[in-house]
C-alpha cells in the first residue's frame, strides 16, 4: 500500500494521498457492511472476501473470523494475483 501511493505520488502531486483516503474508505465500508465484499473462492475453507478502492485498480483482501476481521492484503487487480494466499497459513 505504501509503495503504490508513492508511485501515484510521483505521477501527481496529492495522488498518492488520495489513494490512501481510498483504502480507508474501503476499510471503513468493510467494518460497517463486512459481508458486502465479494467471495474469494478456491483459496481457502475461510470465508475470504475483497472489497474494490474507488478510483483506484486496488481492492482489499480480507478474511471474517469469529471475533474479527483480518486484513489480508491491499492487491492490485492484476499484478501478482493471489500473492497474499500465503499468509493464510500463519
Do not use: C, K
Request: avoid cysteine; aromatic fraction near 8%; charge should be positive.
Amino acid at each position: 500500500m505504501v509503495e503504490a501511493a508513492r508511485w501515484y505520488e510521483t505521477h501527481r502531486t496529492g495522488l498518492g494521498l488520495e489513494f490512501l483516503d481510498a483504502v480507508d474508505a474501503a476499510v471503513a465500508g468493510i467494518g460497517e457492511t463486512p459481508r458486502m465484499g465479494s467471495l474469494v473462492p478456491g483459496v481457502s475453507d475461510r470465508t475470504i472476501r475483497r472489497r474494490p478502492v474507488r478510483r483506484f485498480p486496488y481492492h482489499v483482501v480480507y478474511m471474517e473470523l469469529s471475533d474479527r476481521l483480518q486484513i489480508l492484503a491491499i492487491a492490485h487487480d492484476r499484478r501478482r494475483p493471489g500473492y497474499w494466499a500465503g499468509r493464510l497459513r500463519n
